[in-house]
């Protein structure tokens, strides 16, 4: 990610302006936590601004040649890019700017042609309206509105196999190891009855064809406690000494979208698949009568916004009465064991 400063596409005073923010929030994160922090910056293509304690967050394209000829839209890639993901920003300068800020609007350029990231965005933008009173966004031509017309009839899709274990070290492999090798750890922290790997969320229209993007999209990790509430676990692993960092806001857009659809599932605004393996068979058996959905994310390492307190506490009061948690972790690679912080 890019400093703000290095864009050409934002105005001196939109740089400016953003500077004061960011210090700002450099300002409370080290009385905080004791120490100055230089990595808190925005994405280039989004631009933040506080007006009348109204945060504005603005998703631009993107040219991404000389000539200017292609063009680029966040709301059309992946959602965890700093660009793209808009929760994450709304939740984390809300929460540390709790004093200049009340509410937050959002606004985005519409690409030039939809495809199942952007339906994906719409999605997104739509359930966070209903979580949060006090976000707002502009529906311009009527994107958002149409969509909920084509989301009608939508279901989720299942998987056939099982996952293999990764060759090398990434978080997959980790997320194999933890549910082969670590079943008792989150037995006993967690009370749920047994943890499972992978559940796919992607959606399908009522004609079968691909809504959201990734086939393969898929929640990390899951589990039950007592057929009543639904962890879902969005795992974050970074290798010790790594030079390259996951550690972004978006990890908060991606733990929305796998719990809301999960929601939609149990409400029954989103059928249910013709699963397969006997332990989503399961799951879809009692779905409806779960009570409760938990997201937690479990982290060895994150974003510095993420880590004022405020941040759960806002997630947590949204009105669909869903329930978020950080729970941090290390991870012994020499034994395959976790351990909870």
């Not at 004061?20 to 409370?28: D, F, G, L, T």
């Not at 998987?159 to 989150?186: G, H, M, T, W, Y």
């Not at 064809?209 to 393969?216: D, E, K, P, Q």
Request: hydrophobic fraction near 35%; glycine fraction near 4%; aromatic fraction near 10%.
């Amino acid at each position: 990610m890019k400093k703000a400063a290095s864009s050409k596409r934002k105005s001196e005073e939109d740089i400016k302006r953003e500077k004061e923010i960011i210090n700002n929030i450099k300002k409370k994160y080290k009385e905080l936590s004791g120490h100055y922090n230089s990595k808190i910056m925005f994405s280039d293509y989004t631009d933040i601004s506080i007006e009348s304690k109204t945060l504005r967050i603005h998703i631009a394209n993107k040219e991404i040649n000389i000539k200017k000829t292609e063009i680029k839209y966040p709301v059309s890639v992946n959602m965890q890019t700093d660009g793209a993901a808009f929760e994450g920003w709304a939740i984390c300068l809300k929460a540390w700017l709790s004093e200049e800020v009340e509410k937050v609007h959002l606004t985005w350029d519409i690409p030039s042609t939809v495809n199942d990231h952007y339906n994906r965005f719409l999605y997104r933008v739509l359930r966070f309206g209903e979580m949060f009173d006090w976000f707002s966004f502009d529906d311009k031509d009527n994107c958002v509105s149409q969509f909920k017309t084509r989301f009608i009839n939508t279901k989720n899709n299942s998987s056939n196999k099982v996952p293999n274990r990764k060759n090398k070290e990434c978080e997959e492999q980790v997320e194999f190891d933890l549910v082969n090798k670590n079943q008792n750890a989150f037995i006993s922290h967690f009370g749920i009855k047994k943890l499972y790997q992978h559940l796919p969320i992607g959606v399908k229209t009522d004609k079968n064809s691909n809504l959201f993007s990734g086939r393969n999209s898929a929640i990390d990790l899951w589990g039950i406690i007592d057929n009543r509430t639904l962890n879902i676990f969005e795992l974050k692993y970074i290798k010790a000494h790594s030079k390259s960092k996951n550690i972004k806001v978006g990890i908060i857009s991606e733990l929305l979208l796998y719990i809301n659809i999960m929601n939609d599932i149990r409400l029954g605004i989103i059928n249910t698949p013709n699963a397969k393996l006997s332990h989503e068979k399961e799951l879809y058996r009692i779905i409806r009568l779960i009570e409760n959905i938990k997201g937690i994310f479990l982290t060895n390492d994150k974003h510095p916004l993420l880590a004022s307190p405020y941040v759960k506490s806002l997630l947590n009061c949204n009105n669909k009465n869903l329930l978020f948690d950080f729970v941090n972790y290390s991870w012994d690679n020499s034994v395959k064991k976790i351990i909870f912080n």
